[in-house]
Structure formats: structure tokens, C-alpha cells
């Protein structure tokens, strides 16, 4: 079992910059990557960007240059800068932690709002 806290979501204009974290407890030691997923009202969920244990990274390409993925694997967070926010990127963010190719688990999620 895996549990995961988000944190950082929050209202910013277009143009800002916001820091989302997660933090994972339990069987962290598990995790073999985590990544940011976010869900707008009315579209599917949509991965922003994923990161290995072993540091490799992938981003959606519409937060590519924008958005960067980080982890501290001594403190089991990861977390996703983002800059030069854009009205568009407001949705419910959510942290994923993968322990397999059938095992992962889902934060509660976080709002990020961004305003024009």
C-alpha cells in the first residue's frame, strides 16, 4: 500500500508559476516511477509528466518547456514545476506512484486554477 499527499495547487494568473508536491508513505520503497496526471472538467484524464526512479523523465508536449519533474527519492516526493501557467492547464491535478504495470495508487488530487 502506497498513500500519497498532495500539495501546492492553488489560483495563479496566466503567466504564473506554481510548485505541486507529493509526497508518498507506506510502501514507498515499491514505487518504480510517479507522475502528474490532471483532468479538466468534461476531457479525460491526461498524464502532464511521469518520472523514473532511475531519473528519466516524459512530458505531455503541451507543457513541454513550461513544466518540469523532480524527485527527492530520500524523501519519496516528487514534485512539478510549472511556469508560464496558461488558462488552459487549470484542472484537478493528480500524483500517480506505479509499483507494477497493473499496481499503482492515486493521490486525492489538488486544484490548480489559472486566471486570464
Known sequence: QVRLVESGGGLVQAGGSLRLSCAAS???FSIRAMGWYRQAP???RELVAA???GGS???ADSVKG???ISRDNGKNT???QMNSLKPEDTAV???NAQLSIVDSYWGQGTQVT???
Open 26 to 28: 507506506g510502501s514507498a
Open 42 to 44: 468534461g476531457k479525460q
Open 51 to 53: 518520472i523514473t526512479v
Open 57 to 59: 523523465t516524459n512530458y
Open 66 to 68: 513550461r513544466f518540469t
Open 78 to 80: 516528487v514534485y512539478l
Open 93 to 95: 491535478y493528480y500524483c
Open 114 to 116: 489559472v486566471s486570464s
